[in-house]
C-alpha cells in the first residue's frame, strides 16, 4: 500500500468512526428523551435537564436537536419503530419564500396486512426491552396531546383514526370472520387506551407486558379467535416472544372457561 493510500484509508476510517460516534449520541439523546417524556411529560423538562440526566452536555443535545419539539418527532419515530404497526418518518419539509425549512412527521400507513401481524406486533413489543418506555409514553403522549399545541397533536389524532380504519381493514379480511356477528374494533381501540391511561391513572407504573397480554386476550374474544387459530398464530411469533405468547394461551385459556 503506497503512503498515500494509508492516509487516505486512515482518514475514510477516522470519518467513519466519527459518524458512528453521532449516530450514537443521538441514539442516547433520542432513548434518554423517550425516559423523561414517559415519566415527566413533554412539559416536565427542558434540554438542559435531558443533558444532565444522560450526561452530556447541553450543547451536545442543542447541535443535534435544536429544539425540544424536533426532538419530540424523533421520539415519536422511535415509538412507533417500537410498536411495529404505523410506518413513519421524520423528514424536512421546505418551507415557502422567507421561512425556515421545518421538519415534520411523514405518516405512510400500516406496516401489517393482516390480524395475525397486529398481534404479532403487540406479542413483540411486549418482550421488548423497552415495552414499559413505550407504553407510558402512549399513554402521556394521548392524555397531553389533547393540546392542539402540543408536537405529538397531529400525529397522535391521526393514530387513532389510523387505527380505526385499519382494524376495520383487518376484521373484514379475516378468513373465518362472520357477517352476522361483526366485530367492533372501536371496543377494541377503545379497550386499549382505556386501560392504557387508567393503568397509570394513580401514578403507579403498571407492568407493561402484563397490560399487553391482556389487552390481546380480550383482542382475540372480540375477534372471534378459537383455540386453533390462537395456536396457528404462534408459527410467526419470534422466539424472543414466546414468553408473553405463552402468558396470553394461559389468559386467553382461563378466561374461556
Same mark, same amino acid.
Given at each position: 500500500?503506497?503512503?498515500?493510500?494509508?492516509?487516505? #484509508?486512515?482518514?475514510?476510517?477516522?470519518?467513519?468512526?466519527?459518524?458512528?460516534?453521532?449516530?450514537?449520541?443521538?441514539?442516547?439523546?433520542?432513548?434518554?428523551? &423517550?425516559?423523561?417524556?414517559?415519566?415527566?411529560?413533554?412539559?416536565?423538562?427542558?434540554?438542559?435537564?435531558?443533558?444532565?440526566? @444522560?450526561?452530556? #452536555?447541553?450543547?451536545? *443535545?442543542?447541535?443535534?436537536?435544536?429544539?425540544?419539539?424536533?426532538? /419530540?418527532?424523533?421520539?415519536?419515530?422511535?415509538?412507533?419503530?417500537?410498536?411495529?404497526?404505523?410506518?413513519?418518518?421524520? *423528514?424536512?419539509?421546505?418551507?415557502?419564500?422567507?421561512?425556515?425549512?421545518?421538519?415534520? %412527521?411523514?405518516?405512510?400507513?400500516?406496516?401489517?396486512?393482516?390480524?395475525?401481524?397486529?398481534?404479532?406486533?403487540?406479542?413483540?413489543?411486549?418482550?421488548?426491552?423497552?415495552?414499559?418506555?413505550?407504553?407510558? %409514553?402512549?399513554?402521556?403522549?394521548?392524555?397531553?396531546?389533547?393540546?392542539?399545541?402540543? =408536537?405529538?397533536?397531529?400525529?397522535?389524532?391521526?393514530?387513532?383514526?389510523?387505527?380505526?380504519?385499519?382494524?376495520?381493514?383487518?376484521?373484514?379480511?379475516? =378468513?373465518?370472520?362472520? =357477517?352476522?356477528? =361483526?366485530?367492533?374494533?372501536?371496543?377494541? /381501540?377503545?379497550?386499549?387506551?382505556?386501560? /392504557? @391511561?387508567?393503568?397509570?391513572?394513580?401514578?403507579?407504573?403498571?407492568?407493561?407486558?402484563?397490560?399487553?397480554?391482556?389487552? %390481546?386476550?380480550?383482542? /382475540?374474544?372480540?375477534?372471534?379467535?378459537?383455540?386453533?387459530?390462537?395456536?396457528?398464530?404462534?408459527?410467526?411469533?419470534?422466539?424472543?416472544?414466546? &414468553?408473553?405468547?405463552?402468558?396470553? %394461551? *394461559?389468559?386467553?385459556?382461563?378466561?374461556?372457561?
Amino acid at each position: 500500500m503506497s503512503d498515500d493510500e494509508g492516509v487516505q #484509508s486512515g482518514a475514510t476510517r477516522k470519518k467513519r468512526g466519527s459518524y458512528s460516534v453521532g449516530r450514537s449520541t443521538r441514539t442516547t439523546i433520542i432513548r434518554g428523551a &423517550a425516559q423523561l417524556l414517559s415519566t415527566r411529560g413533554y412539559y416536565g423538562f427542558s434540554l438542559r435537564d435531558l443533558a444532565d440526566e @444522560i450526561g452530556v #452536555s447541553h450543547p451536545t *443535545v442543542m447541535y443535534h436537536f435544536p429544539t425540544k419539539d424536533a426532538l /419530540v418527532l424523533h421520539v415519536i419515530h422511535a415509538f412507533e419503530d417500537a410498536f411495529g404497526i404505523f410506518d413513519v418518518d421524520v *423528514v424536512t419539509r421546505e418551507g415557502v419564500e422567507g421561512e425556515a425549512d421545518q421538519l415534520v %412527521l411523514e405518516e405512510r400507513g400500516a406496516k401489517v396486512d393482516t390480524m395475525n401481524e397486529w398481534i404479532a406486533a403487540h406479542l413483540r413489543l411486549a418482550a421488548a426491552s423497552d415495552n414499559q418506555i413505550m407504553t407510558d %409514553l402512549d399513554r402521556v403522549f394521548t392524555v397531553e396531546s389533547v393540546n392542539e399545541s402540543h =408536537p405529538a397533536h397531529d400525529h397522535f389524532s391521526y393514530r387513532v383514526e389510523a387505527m380505526l380504519q385499519l382494524l376495520e381493514r383487518l376484521a373484514e379480511k379475516m =378468513p373465518d370472520r362472520d =357477517p352476522e356477528n =361483526p366485530v367492533d374494533t372501536r371496543r377494541l /381501540v377503545e379497550r386499549w387506551y382505556g386501560m /392504557v @391511561i387508567l393503568g397509570g391513572w394513580d401514578g403507579e407504573r403498571f407492568d407493561s407486558r402484563e397490560l399487553i397480554v391482556k389487552y %390481546l386476550a380480550f383482542a /382475540v374474544r372480540e375477534l372471534h379467535y378459537s383455540a386453533e387459530q390462537l395456536l396457528a398464530l404462534g408459527s410467526m411469533i419470534p422466539r424472543k416472544a414466546a &414468553a408473553p405468547f405463552q402468558q396470553l %394461551l *394461559v389468559e386467553y385459556s382461563s378466561s374461556s372457561k
